[in-house]
């Protein structure tokens, strides 16, 4: 059981647990949850994590088909300038490996924001802390959870 499922456990959150086969050869992580689950690609988001120029770092929360704006979300956190965070931050401040970064009970309490798009779904889907484990959610729970902004984040 990985720490984002102990939270959503401890925390008495209604979730679903959903377990695939992941491919180690597949490139996008969200486009293949939505292809082995047979769910609508809209509803699965990713976990982003982002780099301040002061090396801070937060979490953007979009759909797996969209694109992060940089502008977008250096505005949201009021910021200059944003870039992706490099794959050893992202390892040392959540504890998931990319692929399997779930929003929820990272190492470290990050500053969040969620594409505004997830409260047109009343469940949407997120790393469950591994690759090919995701975990269904309301978004309100999750915007709970994590203390998370919402705002317009994508290109």
């Given at each position: 059981?990985?720490?984002?499922?102990?939270?959503?456990?401890?925390?008495?959150?209604?979730?679903?647990?959903?377990?695939?086969q992941?491919?180690?050869?597949?490139?996008?992580?969200?486009?293949?949850?939505?292809?082995?689950m047979?769910?609508?690609?809209?509803?699965?988001?990713k976990?982003?994590?982002?780099?301040?120029?002061?090396?801070?770092?937060?979490?953007?929360?979009?759909?797996?088909?969209?694109?992060?704006?940089?502008?977008?979300?250096?505005?949201?956190?009021?910021?200059?300038k944003?870039?992706?965070?490099?794959?050893?931050?992202?390892?040392?401040?959540?504890?998931?490996?990319?692929?399997?970064?779930?929003?929820?009970?990272q190492?470290?309490?990050?500053?969040?924001?969620?594409?505004?798009?997830?409260?047109?779904?009343?469940?949407?889907y997120?790393?469950?802390?591994?690759?090919?484990?995701?975990?269904?959610?309301?978004?309100?729970?999750?915007?709970?959870?994590?203390?998370?902004?919402?705002?317009?984040?994508?290109?």
């Amino acid at each position: 059981m990985t720490p984002a499922i102990k939270l959503l456990k401890n925390k008495k959150i209604k979730h679903t647990v959903h377990q695939y086969q992941h491919d180690e050869t597949e490139g996008s992580y969200g486009q293949e949850a939505a292809n082995k689950m047979g769910v609508d690609s809209n509803k699965i988001f990713k976990t982003l994590i982002v780099s301040f120029g002061d090396k801070t770092l937060a979490v953007a929360i979009i759909p797996v088909k969209n694109t992060l704006s940089m502008k977008k979300v250096a505005k949201v956190m009021q910021s200059k300038k944003v870039t992706m965070a490099a794959v050893d931050e992202v390892l040392r401040s959540t504890g998931y490996i990319l692929g399997g970064v779930s929003p929820l009970a990272q190492k470290k309490k990050l500053t969040t924001v969620i594409d505004e798009s997830a409260q047109s779904f009343e469940s949407i889907y997120v790393s469950a802390g591994q690759r090919g484990l995701e975990v269904e959610l309301s978004p309100h729970a999750l915007v709970e959870l994590t203390q998370a902004r919402v705002d317009a984040i994508c290109n």
